[in-house]
């Protein structure tokens, strides 16, 4: 089989259902495992590395407003590819290529490969998304293995995560801020806390400075879509002399935690449950010490 994936985390489930040899094509998002960046790209942005948090906001909007897209497609890619599979998404135009604009590319092929949509906005939903991989592409004896994994891993946190009511607020952007949406506040739940704020199964929105005074979390986790650690530690500083944020009571105690929304938290795939053991040490570090400290920075 040929696939082309226009999803990291699709292409993660591709990989770890030992199918990484039927990979002919990529998005330009997709970076793991590492050496996946050898395949051709059948995507591009029209965003640019240098571009600040405040930038790239007011640049979707715009574009979004005018019914322009994020993501363009390379059609000499696409054609020596030849798929029989195309993995893609609806769930967010902001996040990967639009559904119709991958349709429209794959009525010029002949014959036109299979489409499958990955819709996840769970955990489990994910894992469903695993056996759908596994099904369209004769793995799904692998596959079933590989979510009874996944799903062990889950329910070593689950079983032991106290049942606190401890007030986190996770931010999927700074500039401005946004909740957290679709399966973020699940894994904050697992974890062992309650993010007030998130919107669960749901798109993440802006939130006011004021709705986020008064919410006051006692924890801030701070993953930035597409941003690694490093790149949301240059926003965050921006906002060392912002009047509501400096006196937030994660601020003023030192509970605010910055973790890798491009590989983990923003990217639904396997390695969410990655995800769910770095929240776990983050909020319960004492009750989950092998986490406590792996893949996060906590900021003074």
Known sequence: MRIISLLPSATEMVYLLGLGDQLVATSHECDFPPEVVR??????????NGMDSGEIDRLVRERRQAGLPLYELDFDVWHQAAPDLVITQKLCDVCAVSFDNVARAVALLEPPPKILTLEPQSLEDIFANLRAVGAATGAGVRAEAVVGALAARVRHVRDRAPGTTLKVLCLEWLDPPFCAGHWLPQ????????????????????????????YDPAVIVVMCCGFGIPRTLEDLAKLRNHEVWRNLRAVRNGSVFVADGNHHFSRPGPRLVDSLEIMAGILHPAVFPQFAGKQFVRCA
């Open 187 to 214: 894994l904050v739940s697992y974890a062992g806390g309650v993010d007030g704020l998130g919107r669960p199964a749901a798109d993440s929105v802006r939130v006011e400075w004021e709705t986020i005074r008064q």
């Open 39 to 48: 395949k051709p790209r059948a995507t591009r942005s029209v965003l640019h």
